[in-house]
């Protein structure tokens, strides 16, 4: 609290924005570190991580993988989100009755995987969520797709790519900082639009459109 108060105004403020983000990651993403005590266990963390997972799981499916026009889709949202919580409740109660409040378990570790699974989903779903705004801007200012890609998101990728570049160019590393510049549009090339040429094709069973 003494550190809050002596942040700007700003600070604080983006501190109480960020605050219900945080809390959410906190709950559902498990984070193994050997520089927190105990590498990061709290077993009532890890117990409503563990309850709140497979619900994140289920949300996912509901918005993401299952089609909007599918039949029943409220039964099958309901079927999904009814799953995610049994298999919560059910690995909830399990990590509890089998682990103490001041000793990891032995397979503590390998919740970095879960950890990495759930950092993964909340990654593609914020992407997505971006995907849609920049064609809500598309639809206002009436702007294809392609003028979208070049302007809006391409500036959006980009900047994360000229800041990590700057950082290691300062770092006294500017071969690096070059071999990046052309190494990061090239695996966008290569894996973004492979992986999802590939990705297109198995779900829509037919050629994925690229329109040049």
């Given at each position: 609290?003494?550190?809050?108060?002596?942040?700007?105004?700003?600070?604080?403020?983006?501190?109480?924005?960020?605050?219900?983000?945080?809390?959410?990651?906190?709950?559902?993403?498990?984070?193994?570190?050997?520089?927190?005590?105990?590498?990061?266990?709290?077993?009532?963390?890890?117990?409503?991580?563990?309850?709140?997972?497979?619900?994140?799981?289920?949300?996912?499916?509901?918005?993401?993988?299952?089609?909007?026009?599918?039949?029943?889709?409220?039964?099958?949202?309901?079927?999904?989100?009814g799953l995610g919580?049994?298999?919560?409740?059910?690995?909830?109660?399990?990590?509890?009755?089998?682990?103490?409040?001041?000793?990891?378990?032995?397979?503590?570790?390998?919740?970095?995987?879960?950890?990495?699974?759930?950092?993964?989903?909340?990654?593609?779903?914020?992407?997505?969520?971006?995907?849609?705004?920049?064609?809500?801007?598309?639809?206002?200012?009436?702007?294809?797709?392609?003028?979208?890609?070049?302007?809006?998101?391409?500036?959006?990728?980009?900047?994360?790519?000229?800041?990590?570049?700057?950082?290691?160019?300062?770092?006294?590393?500017?071969?690096?900082a070059a071999s990046?510049?052309?190494?990061?549009?090239?695996?966008?090339?290569?894996?973004?639009?492979?992986?999802?040429?590939?990705?297109?094709?198995?779900?829509?069973?037919?050629?994925?459109?690229?329109?040049?």
């Amino acid at each position: 609290m003494k550190r809050f108060n002596s942040m700007e105004w700003y600070e604080r403020a983006m501190i109480v924005v960020q605050a219900p983000i945080v809390i959410v990651l906190r709950l559902t993403v498990p984070v193994v570190s050997d520089e927190l005590p105990r590498g990061g266990w709290s077993r009532p963390v890890s117990t409503m991580q563990m309850l709140l997972l497979p619900l994140l799981l289920a949300v996912f499916f509901c918005s993401h993988v299952l089609p909007g026009n599918t039949q029943n889709w409220a039964a099958w949202a309901l079927l999904a989100v009814g799953l995610g919580l049994c298999v919560g409740v059910a690995l909830a109660v399990l990590l509890w009755m089998n682990t103490e409040d001041d000793k990891p378990p032995a397979w503590h570790r390998g919740m970095c995987f879960v950890g990495f699974v759930a950092a993964v989903l909340f990654i593609y779903m914020t992407a997505a969520e971006i995907v849609n705004i920049i064609l809500a801007f598309g639809v206002v200012y009436q702007l294809g797709n392609f003028s979208l890609g070049v302007s809006i998101l391409a500036i959006g990728i980009g900047m994360q790519d000229l800041v990590s570049n700057i950082g290691v160019a300062r770092a006294g590393l500017p071969n690096m900082a070059a071999s990046a510049c052309v190494g990061a549009p090239l695996l966008n090339i290569l894996l973004g639009l492979g992986i999802c040429a590939i990705a297109g094709n198995i779900m829509v069973a037919n050629p994925y459109p690229l329109e040049l």
